[in-house]
T-cell receptor, first 115, second 112 residues
Framework: DAGVTQSPTHLIKTRGQQVTLRCSPI?????VSWYQQVLGQGPQFIFQ???????GRGNFPDRFSARQFPNYSSELNVNALLLGDSALYLC??????????????FGAGTRLSVL | GENVEQHPSTLSVQEGDSAVIKCTYS??????FPWYKQELGKRPQLIID?????GEKKDQRIAVTLNKTAKHFSLHITETQPEDSAVYFC???????????FGAGTRLTVKP
């Protein structure tokens, strides 16, 4: 049974470019969340999607956007990349919306380096 | 919004000793408190969680306690082993929302 899968695993971009990161949740999971983890810090919440609708947004600029597809996979898009966007981007999936009733599982992440 | 603080940032113990990591949260509406273990270069893995209707939960050598009045919760690892060495993150989730707020992490080193 496959876990949460993310692609690509590593990515190098230059300032001002755009990037798209992809996530496939565990089969049957309808909720996907995105987190940014800067080296040496805890993950920071970016977005949460459930049934293709945005259900939560963290304190990130409008350069960050996401969407969820009918098969519950998701993409995170970052425009006009800055050096500070360099981080590990984690995707997490869970069965439903309410964390208090189910567990959230993380993917291995995409490591983005902005030069 | 929710703010989670975690202490200490680093912790070094001898094999067999106990380790305690503490977290505080700011939003009294939070009702789900998971703990994640992250080994170098790997994904965070859930090791234990507690919900607001419970004061303590135990799973073999790992236990978590929650004090809702004081808005703090703690991770206790007994009989530590070298393979327990990792970064541990606490998190808190607001009621009804799937957006966890994480602490900054504790790097635990267990010396053989």
């Amino acid at each position: 049974d496959a876990g949460v899968t993310q692609s690509p695993t590593h990515l190098i971009k230059t300032r001002g470019q755009q990037v798209t990161l992809r996530c496939s949740p565990i089969s049957g999971h309808k909720s996907v969340s995105w987190y940014q983890q800067v080296l040496g810090q805890g993950p920071q919440f970016i977005f949460q999607y459930y049934e293709k609708e945005e259900r939560g947004r963290g304190n990130f600029p409008d350069r960050f956007s996401a969407r969820q597809f009918p098969n519950y996979s998701s993409e995170l898009n970052v425009n006009a990349l800055l050096l500070g966007d360099s981080a590990l981007y984690l995707c997490a999936s869970s069965l439903s919306l309410v964390l208090a009733k189910n567990i959230q599982y993380f993917g291995a992440g995409t490591r983005l380096s902005v030069l | 919004g929710e703010n989670v603080e975690q202490h200490p940032s680093t912790l070094s113990v001898q094999e067999g000793d106990s380790a305690v990591i503490k977290c505080t949260y700011s939003d009294s509406a939070s009702n789900y408190f998971p703990w994640y273990k992250q080994e170098l270069g790997k994904r965070p893995q859930l090791i234990i969680d507690i919900r607001s209707n419970v004061g303590e939960k135990k799973d073999q050598r790992i236990a978590v306690t929650l004090n809702k009045t004081a808005k703090h919760f703690s991770l206790h690892i007994t009989e530590t082993q070298p393979e327990d060495s990792a970064v541990y993150f606490c998190a808190a989730s607001l009621s009804g929302l799937n957006d966890m707020r994480f602490g900054a992490g504790t790097r635990l080193t267990v010396k053989p």
